[in-house]
Every structure is written in structure tokens, then in C-alpha cells.
Nanobody, 127 residues
Framework: EVQLQASGGGLVQAGGSLRLSCAAS????????IGWFRQAPGKEREGVAC????????YYADSVKGRFTISSDNAKNMEYLQMNKVKPEDTAVYFC????????????????????WGKGTLVTVSS
């Protein structure tokens, strides 16, 4: 059974940093796709950062470009989202997601979502 578990959310002041982690079980990273998405109250889900082995590129939403970094440790089956210079508008529930096989581009996955999802972790940025 494929499972993803996100952690690391919490309260952070504007301008600060936070690192989200996502532990995967039931499959191995590599050859697929990983991503982080978020949903703020009253807003649609947004693809924040995605990577697909299909194109080998990393896609970032314009709203986080230059501030957030997605990474993975395939040996540990972990993916991460390093969030720097956070802003109050980054407040949202963050979800990690994955595809076992990366058949589409990073941009496509961030715009359309992935197959496997973890439970979210809440990030609150205070001003």
C-alpha cells in the first residue's frame, strides 16, 4: 500500500524559514514524480513545486519561485520542501504527492495533480 506522510508544518514568522518533510512507503522514489501542493481557506489547490523524471525539470509556482526548494532523498524515500522568506500569503495546508511513474512533465503535474497524496500539514505564517 502506497502511503505518504507529510510533517514539519507549524507557526512561523514572516521572513522566516520552515522545512516540510514527506515520508513515502509502499514504493520507491526515482523514475516517478514528486510534488508539493497547498490549499488556503477559500482558495483552490495550488501546485507549489513539482519534479518529474519525464523531463527532469523542476516546476515552481511563480508565487514561490526563488523562495522555496523541492528536493528528495531517494535512499530514504523522503521528499522535502524548504520554505525561505515566507510570507503571510503562504499560509495554507500543504500536501505532498507522488507518482510512481513520471509520464508527464513537472509543469503538468503541478497544474493537474498527482495520483498519490499524503495528509496535509498546516503552515501558518504570522505577520
Amino acid at each position: 500500500e502506497v502511503q505518504l506522510q507529510a510533517s514539519g508544518g507549524g507557526l512561523v514568522q514572516a521572513g522566516g524559514s520552515l522545512r516540510l518533510s514527506c515520508a513515502a512507503s509502499g514504493f520507491s522514489f526515482g523514475g516517478g514524480a514528486i510534488g508539493w501542493f497547498r490549499q488556503a481557506p477559500g482558495k483552490e489547490r495550488e501546485g507549489v513545486a513539482c519534479f518529474s523524471s519525464r523531463d527532469g525539470n523542476i516546476y515552481y509556482a511563480d508565487s514561490v519561485k526563488g523562495r522555496f526548494t523541492i528536493s528528495s532523498d531517494n535512499a530514504k524515500n523522503m521528499e522535502y520542501l524548504q520554505m525561505n522568506k515566507v510570507k503571510p500569503e503562504d499560509t495554507a495546508v500543504y500536501f505532498c504527492a507522488a507518482e510512481i511513474l513520471g509520464t508527464s512533465s513537472s509543469r503538468y503535474y503541478c497544474q493537474n495533480g498527482m495520483y498519490y497524496w499524503g495528509k496535509g500539514t498546516l503552515v501558518t505564517v504570522s505577520s
